[in-house]
Structures are given as structure tokens and as C-alpha cells.
């Protein structure tokens, strides 16, 4: 994340704002006047839009996945095997919401239940621990990642 200041003619000050929210993800535009009298210094904080897709399907990125009861095995197995207060690393998290998110998708594009609220969670949490502050997809960004992770396994 970072901090951008732009001084402009006051006219140009909607246009700047527009521009730099189509580069980047923006918080709001703090406006005040310049030193001059007759410019405006426009602060914003920003950061870089998440790498674009391309997003894969559930299929292409569970290609190489194993079965969903494989992986309900692993997570249980992994969580047993961990001691207490252990921080669980990126895999871990990653593999859970692929999991979850595999799960969810059996409800259908239409059904909104647990499976699917549980899923949504489960993505942003690592779209947060990878990536904070960044809007998008969170399903579609644990398919990314999730297809990377298994291609390089």
C-alpha cells in the first residue's frame, strides 16, 4: 500500500480521482487546497489491483486435485498432527478453501447456504493473508492459486 499526492487544477480533480481508481485500488480522496491558493492537493492511499486473471473455471483449476474426501482426510489429519497455538502456514489455508470452495460448488451457482458462506470465508481469509486490502473475487482467486499450487506439486 502506499500514499499518492497530486496537485492539480481544481477542474481536473474528478478526472485525476477516476483515473487513479481504475489503476489501482483506492481509499477515498482527501481534498485540500494547495499552497497557491488556486490548485488542490489531492491525497489518496492506494495499491496495486490483484494479478488479473485469468481466473480458470472450478474444473480447470481442480484438474489435478485429488478427491474431496482425500483432501478432508488431509486437513483433518494436518489440524491432528499440529500442536496446540501452532501457526498453520499458506498451504494449509489454501488447500482448506479449494476444499470448501469444491464443496460449495456442489450446491449450485444459485444456493446460498453454509457451504457457500463457509467457502466465501474461507477464500478471503487468504486472499487477506496473501494479499491485503485487495478486491476481488476471493472464490476465483483461490482457484488461481490453487491451480498454480497443484501444476507445481
Known sequence: ???????CEP???????QTLSEAFTVGPVRQ????DGKQLRLYVTADHRPEPGPWPTP???YAL???I???IGWTARFLADAACFTELGREFYLRKAALLDRIALMDGPD???DATMTADAAALYLLDMDQPGVICDPRAYVRQQYARWAKDQ
Do not use: L, T, Y
Request: charged share 35%.
Open 32 to 35: 485540500h487546497p494547495a499552497r
Open 69 to 71: 474426501n482425500s483432501e
Open 111 to 113: 444456493m446460498v447456504g
Open 11 to 17: 477542474r481536473d480533480s474528478e478526472r485525476v480521482s
Open 59 to 61: 474444473e480447470e483449476a
Open 1 to 7: 500500500m502506499f500514499e499518492i499526492r497530486i496537485i
Open 65 to 67: 486435485a485429488p478427491g
